[in-house]
């Protein structure tokens, strides 16, 4: 039995190590590229480094207000993460009972998944405009919290729907609230789900530019994204500097991801698994 699965795993093996070298070597020569002169870049991107050194991480901290951009890009990710699971949450809870409208609404949430973010452009700057919320943290964060919105709700009714309903049952019968039901019951339950949907919003919402660059004006409000973008300019291209930048931004969203890993597999495969 053992021999018969030998060639497979063999196989599985390679194919796994070739998508590893396939995913990291542009991040390895990313990494590289962002120690290295501008010049050089230009005229062997692809050569072996001759010269290395912190300099372009000096320059892109001193030249720009890094570290406003950070905590920005940190406040939007988290207020963004906050408003979307509190919504996701509560409808989540919702769609457990049943009621006259729940498979139109069910159906309206699931083409949600499919529409273009593009196609909210528009839409969105218009309705931040309207409400004076123009060039501010909390109108980026709005609109993350909407634009994630149907996944994290996918994510969470998903786990929800895992929980058997003999419990809520059960505590109908001990005469506990709807509330109660939710906040004893409920709620820890679904915590892996929870985290799950929330760690995929953290790193959405780090990693977005087009709203963050529609929605933005002045430093007071501007990501970390919007800042990578101001050193390829239409007149300049300083590509070490946007590439020590780029290292800056995506390191922690790798840290966040690689601590909660095993939380986010058991948060998508809880449906398998249960019930």
């Given at each position: 039995m053992n021999s018969r699965k030998s060639p497979e795993r063999t196989i599985m093996y390679i194919f796994l190590a070739a998508v590893l070298v396939f995913m990291m070597v542009p991040f390895f020569w990313l990494l590289v590229s962002s120690f290295r002169p501008n010049a050089d870049l230009f005229n062997e991107p692809f050569a072996v480094p001759k010269h290395l050194s912190l300099e372009n991480f000096k320059a892109v901290m001193e030249s720009h207000p890094m570290v406003l951009y950070f905590f920005?890009?940190?406040?939007?990710?988290?207020?963004?993460?906050v408003?979307?699971?509190?919504?996701?949450?509560?409808a989540s809870y919702a769609m457990l009972y049943r009621f006259t409208s729940r498979k139109?609404?069910?159906?309206?949430?699931?083409?949600?998944?499919?529409i273009p973010t593009n196609a909210f452009l528009v839409p969105y700057y218009v309705m931040i405009n309207?409400?004076?919320?123009?060039?501010?943290?909390?109108?980026?964060?709005?609109?993350?919290?909407?634009?994630?919105?149907p996944m994290s709700l996918m994510v969470v009714r998903g786990y929800m729907e895992t929980i058997p309903g003999e419990l809520l049952e059960s505590a109908k019968i001990d005469g506990a609230t709807a509330g109660q039901a939710f906040r004893k019951i409920i709620l820890p339950i679904s915590?892996?789900?929870?985290?799950?949907?929330?760690?995929?919003?953290?790193?959405?919402?780090?990693?977005?530019?087009?709203?963050?660059?529609l929605l933005n004006q002045s430093d007071a409000?501007?990501?970390i994204q919007v800042a990578i973008r101001s050193f390829l300019t239409t007149f300049e291209a300083n590509y070490a500097y946007a590439f020590a930048a780029m290292v800056i931004s995506i390191l922690p969203t790798i840290v966040i991801y690689a601590m909660l890993t095993d939380k986010i597999i058991g948060g998508m495969t809880a449906g398998a698994v249960k019930g």
């Open positions: 920005n890009t940190v406040a939007v990710a988290a207020l963004a993460t408003i979307s699971i509190l919504s996701a949450t509560l139109i609404l069910t159906v309206l949430f699931s083409m949600c998944l499919f309207k409400i004076g919320l123009y060039d501010n943290i909390l109108g980026i964060a709005l609109v993350y919290a909407g634009v994630n919105l915590k892996p789900g929870i985290v799950t949907a929330c760690v995929f919003i953290v790193i959405n919402s780090w990693n977005e530019l087009l709203f963050a660059n409000s501007r990501t």
